[in-house]
């Protein structure tokens, strides 16, 4: 029997260092590329403001919550930002192991990326998904995401999808 969306998402969650995700753009732009990588989930993706953006994950963490399997903590950055911080509470039934091996190889690599590189990343990503060539999605990225792309963002950007082995 093939696992609903959501307990894909709890392993997700699960999968990541201390069962965690910190931060909802972050949640939101590694399922979007592990998605790409074969993740057996199907939410629907548009562009937001900080990229591909699924509405229907941003509800699936709330069942989730309701569900009593992920805890989703709201926190504040020194600056007085707000943010969210998603863990695992109850892993029983989550199929963390049947995750296919190249989602769970890329859980790290995406863990340990820079957040606006993810953001930059899942961004380009999304537009060659649409059928932007490689010149017009970063252009496109330019245009969107403005100084982000600087200090060499964008370049570990593209990096990072070469790592992941999405086209470029």
């Known amino acids: ?5 959501f307990r894909w998402l709890a392993a997700v969650i ?17 399922v ?17 403001f900080y990229g591909p953006y699924s509405e229907g994950l941003h509800a699936e963490v709330g ?4 569900l009593g399997i992920v805890e989703e903590s709201p926190m504040m950055t020194r600056g007085g930002e707000p943010y ?10 989550l199929p963390v ?17 820079n957040s606006i590189v993810l953001e930059l990343a899942a961004t380009y990503d999304a537009f060659r998904d649409q059928g932007d060539s490689h010149d017009d999605a970063v252009q496109r990225v330019k245009r ?10 964008l370049e570990q950007a593209l990096e990072l999808l070469e790592r992941l082995e999405l086209k470029k």
Not at 32 to 48: A, D, F, K, N, V
Not at 145 to 153: E, L, R
């Open 14 to 30: 699960a999968a990541h260092k201390n069962g965690e995700v910190v931060g909802r753009t972050r949640l939101q732009k590694t």
């Open 84 to 93: 969210f911080v998603a863990k695992v509470t109850q892993r029983k039934g």
């Open 144 to 153: 969107k995401k403005g100084s982000k792309c600087d200090n060499g963002n």
């Open 97 to 113: 192991e049947q995750l296919d091996e190249r989602v769970k190889k890329a859980i790290p690599v995406l863990e340990s990326a």
């Open 63 to 66: 069942l989730l919550e309701n």
């Open 1 to 5: 029997m093939p696992f609903e969306d």
């Open 32 to 48: 979007w590329l592990l998605q790409r990588l074969g993740l057996p989930t199907e939410y629907s993706y548009m562009i937001h």
